[in-house]
C-alpha cells in the first residue's frame, strides 16, 4: 500500500503563477522527499525535508512539512513553462511494511501554459 | 561521471520469455533498488540491495530477481514474462536506504506480449 499520496492528482496554469501540490501520508516518517519527472524520463530529486525541519527553500521551490497533519506541501513560485513535469513526494515509514524504503505516491500532473 | 545506466532502454517480449535489465552506477553508492510504473502512477519498490552480496524484496517482486555482485551493477531478472509485466522499470541508487537522494535511470520500457 502507498504511503504517501499527492493532491491535486492534476494542475494547469499559466507562466508567472505558483503552482502548490500536497503530499499526506499515513504513518509517521524519518523524511520526505520530492522528485520531478519529465515525461518519457527518469526522476529527479528536488528536496529532501527531515522531520524535525518545518520549511525548505530551494531557489524558487519551497517545501513545509507538518507531522502532526502527516502532510507536506510544495510550492513553485513563478513558473515557467519548464516546470511542466509529474511531481512526486517519497516518504520512509518509521514503522510498518514500508520501514526503512522509500514509498512513492502517484504524483501530481503540473501543466505550466506559456 | 555517466551516474546511473541502464540498458536497453526499449524491449518487447513475448510471454514466457526471460531477460535481464541491466543497472550500472559509477558514484560508489552502496544503496541500490529498482522500481515499476505503470501508466498513471507512481513508483513501486520490486527489490533492493543495501551493498554487495546483499539483497531484499520490495512490495512487488513477484517474477523478478535480482543478484548484486558488484557495488556498481544491479540486473534485474524476469523469469518468465507476463504481461503484466508490461511497464517501465527505473533503476536507482544512493549512500543509503532514505536519508540521501536518490539517483535514478532514464529507464527501460518493457512491453509483454
Known amino acids: 500500500s502507498q504511503q504517501g499520496e499527492e493532491d491535486p492528482q492534476a494542475l494547469s496554469i499559466q507562466e508567472g503563477e505558483n503552482a502548490t501540490m500536497n503530499c499526506s501520508y499515513k504513518?509517521?516518517?524519518?523524511?520526505l522527499q520530492w522528485y520531478r519527472q519529465n515525461s518519457g524520463r527518469g526522476l529527479v530529486h528536488l528536496i529532501l525535508?527531515?522531520?524535525?525541519?518545518r520549511e525548505k527553500h530551494s531557489g524558487r521551490l519551497r517545501v513545509t512539512l507538518d507531522t502532526s497533519k502527516k502532510s507536506s506541501s510544495l510550492l513553485i513560485t513563478a513558473s515557467r513553462a519548464a516546470d511542466t513535469a509529474s511531481y512526486f513526494c517519497a516518504t520512509d515509514a518509521l514503522v510498518g511494511t514500508n520501514a526503512g524504503k522509500s514509498t512513492f505516491g502517484d504524483g501530481t500532473t503540473l501543466t505550466v501554459k506559456p | 561521471n555517466a551516474g546511473v545506466t541502464q540498458t536497453p532502454k526499449f524491449q518487447v517480449l513475448k510471454t514466457g520469455q526471460s531477460m535481464t535489465l541491466q543497472c550500472a552506477q559509477d558514484m560508489n553508492h552502496e544503496y541500490m533498488s529498482w522500481y515499476r510504473q505503470d501508466p498513471g502512477m507512481g513508483l513501486r519498490l520490486i527489490h533492493y540491495s543495501v551493498g554487495a552480496g546483499i539483497t531484499d524484496q520490495g512490495e512487488v517482486p513477484n517474477g523478478y530477481n535480482v543478484s548484486r555482485s558488484t557495488t556498481e551493477d544491479f540486473p534485474l531478472r524476469l523469469l518468465s514474462a507476463a504481461p503484466s509485466q508490461t511497464s517501465v522499470y527505473f533503476c536507482a541508487s544512493s549512500w543509503d536506504r532514505v536519508r540521501t537522494e536518490a539517483f535514478f535511470g532514464q529507464g527501460t520500457r518493457l512491453t509483454v506480449v
Open positions: 504513518t509517521s516518517i524519518n523524511n
Open positions: 525535508i527531515r522531520s524535525n525541519e
